[in-house]
Structure formats: structure tokens, C-alpha cells
């Protein structure tokens, strides 16, 4: 479990969020190579905002990804890159696939689902506060 905990500063942390993206309308645009291809460009471009993609996987017209970030990074930025950069390399990368659902330059659906989580549950953790001893 040590071994999840990121270091940086002052700081040690070990903060986890779960993103599930949408495509625009929901339609059913991705097949296998697409999401393959998806996740090369998400890793590298977890590596790039100094966060851990610990695992990623969709479907026809949704991604989920699991990732380990350090507090001072800002999700919302982070999230608008991921989706800006992931729509303009595959519409590049797949463009003949991608314009049979689409005749503008959209791919993501503009709202997303983000969850933080952790190693724990909440009643393990509140078990774990509450069993702490109090000084006299």
C-alpha cells in the first residue's frame, strides 16, 4: 500500500479518480483500434500532467479511465486537455471512421463523470478515525 503513495514537496499523497467520458450523442464511434489508440495518447498524456494512468477501457461510445494525480493539479484543466487533445488525434488518426457520426469537429460530449477514490472504504476509514486515542 506504501508503495501507491506519491511524494512530491512536502506533500505525500495518494489520490485516485475514476473519469468516464462520453462520446457526442452517444454514438457507438469507437472500435477496437480506436480505443487501443486512445489509451497510447491518454498514458502519454498523463505522463505530461505528472499523473499515473493506472488503467483504462470502453466501449462503443464511453471510455473509463482510473488515474493517481497529486493534489495540486487542477482536474478541470486537466480534463479539458485530455478530451482537446484525445478529439484532435483521432479525428486526425481516424478521420474516415469518425466523420460517418459526425459532420463537425466534435467527438466528446461536453459533460463528463469524475469520482475521487481510494484504497478504503468510508466506514474502514471512519472505523480507523474513530479507534484513534485521544490525549488526557
Request: proline share 1%; hydrophobic share 35%.
Amino acid at each position: 500500500m506504501k508503495d501507491d503513495f506519491l511524494s512530491k514537496g512536502r506533500s505525500v499523497s495518494d489520490m485516485k479518480a475514476h473519469l468516464v467520458l462520453t462520446s457526442k450523442y452517444r454514438r457507438k464511434v469507437f472500435d477496437a483500434k480506436m480505443l487501443q489508440r486512445l489509451g497510447e495518447i491518454v498514458e502519454n498524456l498523463c505522463q505530461k500532467w505528472d499523473c499515473k494512468l493506472i488503467e483504462f477501457n470502453g466501449e462503443e461510445d464511453h471510455v473509463h479511465l482510473l488515474f493517481q494525480y497529486f493534489p495540486q493539479m487542477e482536474l478541470t484543466k486537466f480534463i479539458n486537455n485530455l478530451k482537446t487533445v484525445t478529439s484532435r488525434r483521432l479525428r486526425s488518426e481516424f478521420q474516415e471512421r469518425i466523420n460517418q457520426f459526425y459532420w463537425k469537429d466534435v467527438l466528446w460530449n461536453n459533460s463528463y463523470f469524475i469520482a475521487s477514490c481510494g484504497g478504503v472504504t468510508i466506514s474502514t476509514l471512519r472505523k480507523y478515525i474513530e479507534s484513534q486515542v485521544s490525549p488526557d
